[in-house]
């Protein structure tokens, strides 16, 4: 299995990214698809998350700013990020879940400037 994210980059506060994901290697598509993010010096943590059947789940922090969508058809899931902010600076790393294997991506980097 194959997870490989696009389209990091450097970006004012206030302004917009999107980011994808794409996956593959596997015949039996992926159950849950969603991205996390990690700044330096932190954990690791959730961003966004999506189910095969479309139920989507949002860190408090992001709500109302992200948007996170998913084409099954083509096993890629997307994220927009609107308002950004300098706190948003992080590495996102996409995650896809096949049965019960967990794959990562090898992140992509964000960086908000204020």
């Known amino acids: 299995v194959q997870v490989v994210e696009s389209g990091g980059g450097l970006v004012q506060a206030g302004g917009s990214l999107s980011l994808s994901c794409a996956a593959s290697?596997?015949?039996?598509?992926?159950?849950?698809m969603g991205w996390y993010r990690q700044a330096p010096g932190k954990q690791r943590e959730l961003v966004a998350t999506m189910t095969r059947g479309g139920t989507s789940t949002y860190a408090n922090s992001v709500k109302g700013r992200f948007t996170i969508s998913r084409d099954n058809a083509k096993n890629t899931a997307y994220l927009q990020m609107n308002n950004l902010k300098p706190e948003d600076t992080a590495v996102y790393y996409c995650?896809?879940?096949?049965?019960?294997?967990?794959?990562w991506g090898q992140g992509t980097q964000v960086t908000v400037s204020s």
């Open positions: 995650n896809a879940i096949v049965v019960t294997a967990s794959f």
């Open positions: 290697g596997t015949a039996w598509g992926f159950n849950t």
